[in-house]
């Protein structure tokens, strides 16, 4: 019996081991899957603090999502710096948006819409939809679900272009399965890639939350493209931005 225990103390410890390595991003257990894919990038907010662009762009990365707004009325205070290191990086961007499920579609969209007039970019622009980190005073799911859509039409009406949902397993069961499928999807998912029975063919993957990056002190967010290089290029071509 003492054997015994003491295997399963030694598997408990390894387990929790294993655990705290991904959750500060030295083990990355799929990482060898998403090693397959042509095209890699991060998202970032201002979180990540000061970051060197040209340096990330070193490290075999082609795309950047960056934080822009939050709700009705919190921008990030690093967007504009982030998003012109990226740019001046030679790197491919996008905005997205974290969704609040406290505050009506239809003003979080016009927030939004508010930084993408200064922020024309090569990516779709996304909206982030977790609870995690999100308010706890919500309705219902449906209510959630009717001001996405109310959220989703507007910037898409707005910007010319239809948002991608950024959304981890937990979103997807209880939010959207079932509902937009003409949206594409950038799915959460660090321990094993996305299942296509789940998600169908998703956009982009994040794979790992706690990344390490060249020219980012901190840990970052790594995802792929599910498509090779040509189909990125094709998919999202440069957009130039007026003159500064």
């Not at 257990?29 to 095209?39: H, K, M, S």
């Not at 995690?132 to 001001?147: K, L, P, Q, V």
């Not at 209880?174 to 063919?201: K, S």
């Not at 956009?203 to 790992?208: D, G």
Request: aromatic share 12%.
């Amino acid at each position: 019996m003492r054997r015994i225990a003491l295997v399963l103390v030694l598997l408990v410890t390894a387990l929790a081991a294993a655990w705290w390595l991904v959750q500060i991003g030295w083990l990355q257990p799929n990482r060898p899957v998403a090693a397959r894919y042509d095209v890699h990038g991060i998202d970032v907010s201002h979180h990540q603090g000061a970051i060197d662009w040209a340096a990330v762009r070193t490290d075999h990365i082609e795309f950047a999502y960056i934080k822009a707004t939050e709700g009705a009325d919190w921008h990030d205070p690093r967007f504009a710096e982030n998003w012109r290191g990226a740019g001046d990086a030679g790197l491919r961007r996008g905005a997205y948006h974290f969704f609040t499920f406290c505050t009506p579609g239809r003003p979080q969209a016009e927030h939004f819409l508010a930084v993408l007039r200064d922020a024309r970019g090569d990516l779709p622009p996304a909206v982030d939809v977790e609870f995690t980190g999100n308010c706890t005073r919500w309705d219902s799911i449906e209510t959630i679900r009717a001001e996405l859509a109310v959220f989703l039409a507007h910037v898409e009406s707005e910007a010319g272009r239809r948002p991608i949902v950024y959304l981890p397993t937990s979103v997807h069961q209880r939010i959207v399965d079932g509902h937009f499928p003409d949206h594409a999807l950038w799915v959460r998912h660090v321990f094993l890639a996305p299942p296509r029975r789940r998600y169908g063919t998703w956009l982009f993957w994040q794979f790992s939350q706690d990344g390490r990056i060249a020219g980012i002190s901190r840990p970052v967010d790594l995802n792929v493209f599910r498509g090779s290089s040509a189909e990125f290029e094709q998919l999202f071509p440069r957009v130039e931005e007026p003159p500064r």
